[in-house]
T-cell receptor
């Protein structure tokens, strides 16, 4: 257990529905990252926060995706109007800021869109 | 220029053998090279990392070899054990804010 928790661990939804995932980082980490991992691939960067500020978004993050970190602690990732291509593992990671610090990953939320 | 290319895709090694996984990158600005280990149902976990000012780093049975001129780095697992069976990812950061991962190598160590 890395100290990063994600909820839910699994989510099955029908195409067109909205889903929301939550990530609780390690408490003293001010950076929080979201990645997406599909079967047989490495994690792909989606977005990251420093405290409550969202500082970078990947082009993979279409306008159906939104992420928030309202108080600089936990974060949520919402996908609206889900598509089958959204099926993946969504990983959250946290780290300290300043230089290359180890990113600690949570166990992920596996999304299946039917 | 942002890619990290990893090989092989899968690797089968007998217990006690040496596992070698290779990665190549294009962007010479990369200056931190971590390796992550991922077990089924878990997120990736940092295994070992190297900065380009050294050519090798060893931690227990795990060694990173780095060739700056060839823009390649590799992970060597000595005395491979069945518990090492996992998927391994090399990575590199285009900046301090995110990681670019390779496609992964699924390692299976048979007793």
């Amino acid at each position: 257990d890395t100290g990063v928790s994600q909820d839910p661990r699994h989510k099955i939804t029908k195409r067109g529905q909205n889903v929301t995932f939550r990530c609780d980082p390690i408490s003293e980490h001010n950076r929080l990252y979201w990645y997406r991992q599909t079967l047989g691939q490495g994690p792909e960067f989606l977005t990251y926060f420093q405290n409550e500020a969202q500082l970078e978004k990947s082009r993979l993050l279409s306008d159906r995706f939104s992420a928030e970190r309202p108080k600089g602690s936990f974060s949520t990732l919402e996908i609206q109007r889900t598509e089958q291509g959204d099926s993946a593992m969504y990983l959250c990671a946290s780290s300290r800021s300043g230089g290359y610090n180890e990113q600690f990953f949570g166990p992920g939320t596996r999304l299946t869109v039917l | 220029q942002q890619q990290v290319k990893q090989s092989p895709q899968s690797l089968i090694v007998q217990k006690g053998g040496i596992s070698i996984i290779n990665c190549a990158y294009e962007n010479t600005a990369f200056d931190y090279f971590p390796w992550y280990q991922q077990f089924p149902g878990k997120g990736p976990a940092l295994l070992i990392a190297i900065r380009p000012d050294v050519s090798e780093k060893k931690e227990g049975r795990f060694t990173i070899s780095f060739n700056k001129s060839a823009k390649q780095f590799s992970l060597h697992i000595m005395d491979s054990q069945p518990g090492d069976s996992a998927t391994y990812f090399c990575a590199a950061p285009p900046n301090t804010d995110k990681l670019i991962f390779g496609t992964g190598t699924r390692l299976q160590v048979f007793p």
